[in-house]
């Protein structure tokens, strides 16, 4: 999602191998739709709430991206542990059975992984705020060189 010459202003990270390829497993419709959310997620541009919503609880910190396909609902769990990326934790078709809920497994995952990832921008916060910059530079002089 992010390469080295992104005009994205945040870098998109898969907290893991195994979410990247629940990520990329997803049918092309429905992994077109995630990308397209996580783009503006990137560019912190806002999402409609149907779409969109920010978790509590044991979950705070946790977003979850909703997207319907084919008569199944599939998410995509993110958090944005500091300004400079966006951590995919999780990704595929609903798990619960009862409604809203999540299922007290897929709970724990989530906030394993989460926790995670805090630790991951905790330890690399000089290089992710540096590639960060990159970034805003390389998009400032883009827009420089493509105004009116």
């Known amino acids: 999602m992010t390469s080295q010459d ?3 202003l945040r870098e998109v990270i898969f907290i893991n191998e195994r979410c990247r390829v629940d990520y990329e497993a997803m049918p092309a ?7 397209q959310a ?5 560019n912190a541009r806002p999402l ?5 919503k920010s978790l ?4 705070t910190g946790v977003d979850e991206i909703r997207l319907g396909y084919d008569c199944n609902t599939y998410r995509v769990y993110v958090t944005l542990p500091c300004p400079w990326v966006i951590m995919v934790l999780d990704a595929g078709m609903k798990k619960s059975t009862e409604g809203k809920n999540i299922p007290k497994w897929h709970k724990e995952r989530l906030q394993t992984r989460r926790e995670r990832a805090r630790k991951y921008c905790t330890d690399y916060d000089a290089d ?21």
């Open 38 to 42: 996580i783009d503006a997620l990137q």
């Open 56 to 59: 509590g609880g044991a979950l």
């Open 6 to 8: 992104s005009l994205d």
């Open 128 to 148: 992710l705020k540096t590639d960060f910059n990159k970034r805003k530079t390389r998009r400032d002089e883009f827009g420089e060189g493509n105004g009116p």
């Open 48 to 52: 409609p709430p149907k779409l969109y």
């Open 29 to 35: 419709e429905v992994r077109e739709s995630a990308d």
